[in-house]
């Protein structure tokens, strides 16, 4: 269990750290014909970054068995 938590923890960092760089940087992004406003990456940052803190949180409670 541990183990997955690690792992969802670090695929959330990783999608956060996207978000982030799209803010930083102004990257456009486009889904079909509809452009992704920037907007969309502060949600994107904000529930990234909670599911990657709270992974990383129930990993550290985890015990091996």
């Given at each position: 269990?541990?183990?997955?938590?690690?792992?969802?923890?670090?695929?959330?960092?990783?999608?956060?750290?996207?978000?982030?760089?799209r803010?930083?940087?102004?990257?456009?992004?486009?889904?079909?014909?509809?452009?992704?406003?920037?907007?969309?990456?502060?949600?994107?940052?904000?529930?990234?970054?909670?599911?990657?803190?709270?992974?990383?949180?129930?990993?550290?409670?985890?015990?091996?068995?």
């Open positions: 269990m541990q183990s997955y938590l690690l792992i969802s923890g670090l695929l959330f960092a990783a999608v956060t750290l996207l978000h982030l760089l803010l930083v940087y102004g990257w456009p992004a486009q889904i079909g014909a509809w452009t992704v406003p920037l907007w969309v990456s502060w949600l994107g940052l904000i529930v990234a970054g909670c599911l990657c803190i709270w992974a990383f949180a129930l990993a550290r409670g985890v015990r091996s068995a």
